[in-house]
Every structure is written in structure tokens, then in C-alpha cells.
């Protein structure tokens, strides 16, 4: 893919600068991040009512942007990073993300700069979730971090998350790390008042894995759920065996299709049979998926056992094998975007942990279906076979 190795020009740091007087709203907060509504003091805006934390643990709300200054929309390069940077003037849509003191997280700066260059590139406009950097200005920092203390004061702040602040702050008493930047996302938060809601989910593998044995009968995401759950079972541990098979997603049989569809929508929404078939026909047709599918083929044609784990192609392979898609339906419309783009290196012995992963799965038989063992898919009606 060409297109990895284009525009590696690093970011002009003329982005556009949050105004100090932005009126915050904290919305939720994941490990390595804290999810804020603005606005502008003046403006008297009603926000969708939003529940704190109802996002997933590892991600951030399902915002990632696609702003009125167009970002998401350029394919990439954004329209902000030129000397001109525009003034945003309608925080309405868009949700600002400050990163947390996590020593292990990258800079919000190199943050974008591999998604401005690496990730943006291979999609076309309004297939991600739109994001953008913006400049902080240190005082803003400093008042959502007054926020947070508050909040933890009030009781209200989740108790896992309490003790770790935003980076950026000016002050000496409160924790050290330096970030200039935010990012500004699209908001995907459904109004449930008009009936929306949000579908969260990773569509993980959409093609076989090409280390797998030629008469394999699982696909890799199907494979490795049964195995974890026959560990998390030997620790008395529970986790469910059934579950979205990526195969069915990209099927074109829409019988399968709408299979995987309800695994997506939970019940008792799966039980909705108009409702799944709307999700399916939108799901379906979005480009989202065949982009994906496509992607993952040709960037890592070698497989994990066989591919340089240092090319920026398998890497980004793996990345577009772990995002998440984030699904807003309302009752007339099913809107998609990809988000949750994380950066993967085979540092720190994950390259390693790939590679015993992907041994075990040939050698215990999880593709071929002739692991050991007692399991409940083993019964006559449960089998798990994956078709591509
Ligand atoms: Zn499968």
C-alpha cells in the first residue's frame, strides 16, 4: 500500500487554539483520557443527556470527529493544519478529549500525527469518526482539573479513576506532565430522548488468518474467543463462547449477516426483527467494512508468524484488526464511523506474545475445531464453524 508511506510531514503546530473562556462539561472518562462537552460561555445550549461512563472501559466516547472546519472530511489532512487556522465557532457537535498523566501514553501531538499520517490516508472521507488537535490554552487545563477534584469531592467522580489528572497543567501542586494539545472529536452521543442509541463493537479479523492451516474450520476471532474461554473457564473465570463471527459481516449472505447483527445488538434490541434487518441493509452497505476487509488482506499478507513485525504495514494491519466501530441508530437513520485507532508496536515482548498466540491456536487445534477437551460446543447443534 503506497499510501502508508505517504505524507510524513510532521505537524505544523499552527493548529487552531481552544478560546480559554470554553464552558466544560465533563462527559466520561477511559484510562488515558477524560471526555469534556464545551461550549461557549455565552452560548445557552441544552446538551443531549449524557450518562457518565457509558462508554466502554478502554474507549473513549465513540468521538472522533468531523467537525465543521471539516476535519474527517479531508481524507486525512485536515484543512487546520495550514497557516490560516480557522476559527472553530460551534462547539455543538463536538466533544474535547484532554489526555490524563499516564506516563505510558503517547502525546497527544504524536497521537495525531500517526493518524494524520498513517491511518487518515487509507480511508475516505466520513468513514472515521472526525477528530482534530487543537492548541490548549494552559488555564483550560487547569479548570478541568479543578473539575475533576470537585467531582471526586462530590462522590461523583468513578472511584477506579480517581487520583490521575489531566497532563497540561500549569500549576506546581498538581501532577507534572507537559501536553500542549487536545483533541476535539465528533460527538456520537445518541439523544436518547429521540429514541437514538449507540452501537459499540470491533469487527476484529474480517479475513482468515493467513498462518492458519489450510482446512481450518474457525475464522481467527472465533478461534481465539473459544480458547480464552477455556482459560478463563479453568480460572473460574466466566466469558461467553458465542459470539460475532467477523465471516458473517462480510458475507453477502444477508442471513448470516443479520446473525452477526444480533450478536451486535444484544437483547432484548435482537429480538427487534425490523430493527435488525435496518442495522443489517446499513451495516451492509457501509464502506466501512469491505475498506477494512481489504486492508487487512493486503497489509499483512504474511501473517503474524511470518510478516516483519517492524513494517509499518503489518502494524497498521493490526490496528485496523483491533478499532471500533461506533453505530448510531435513531429510528430513521444508522450512522457508522471507525474510531479507536490505537498506534501497535511489536515492542515491550508484544511482538512475542503475537507469535505464541497465533502457535497455540495452529497446534491446540482451535482452528481445525480438535482442541482437547469437554466443551459445550462440542454438542451436536452448537458447533462454532466459520465460513469466509
Ligand atoms: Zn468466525
Known sequence: MSTIQAARSPVEPSVPVLPDGLALKYVAEGAANVIWRISLPDEQLTPPPTVIEEYSESTPPPSEVDIDIDIGKENGASKANGANAPVITDYSRLLLRLRKCLPSSESNLLAYEYLSTVIMPLFPPGVMVGQELVKLPPALVARANDTLHHLEKAG???????????????????????????????????????????????????????????????????????????????????????????????????????????????????EDEKLVERVTAALIGCPQLSILKELQASLDPKGILNADHKSKEFLTAMTLRDCTFYVKVSPTEVQARLGDFDVKSGEAGKSEYWIKNERELIEEGWYNGTEEGDHPWKAEGLEVICRA
Open 156 to 270: 461523583v467522580r468513578p472511584s477506579h479513576r480517581q487520583y490521575l489528572y489531566l497532563a497540561g497543567d500549569p500549576r506546581p501542586t498538581e501532577q507534572g506532565m507537559e501536553e500542549g494539545y487536545a483533541f476535539l472529536l465528533e460527538d456520537m452521543t445518541p439523544d436518547t430522548s429521540l429514541g437514538e442509541f449507540l452501537l459499540e463493537f470491533k469487527a476484529k479479523w474480517l479475513v482468515q488468518s493467513p498462518n492458519a492451516p489450510a482446512d481450518w474450520k474457525r475464522c481467527r476471532t472465533c478461534a481465539l474467543r473459544l480458547r480464552k474461554y477455556t482459560r478463563a473457564t479453568k480460572k473460574g473465570k466466566h466469558t461467553e463462547w458465542r459470539g460475532l463471527c467477523p465471516f458473517d459481516l462480510v458475507s453477502n449472505d444477508p442471513k448470516r449477516a443479520k446473525n452477526a447483527i444480533r450478536r451486535i445488538l444484544h437483547h432484548p434490541r435482537c
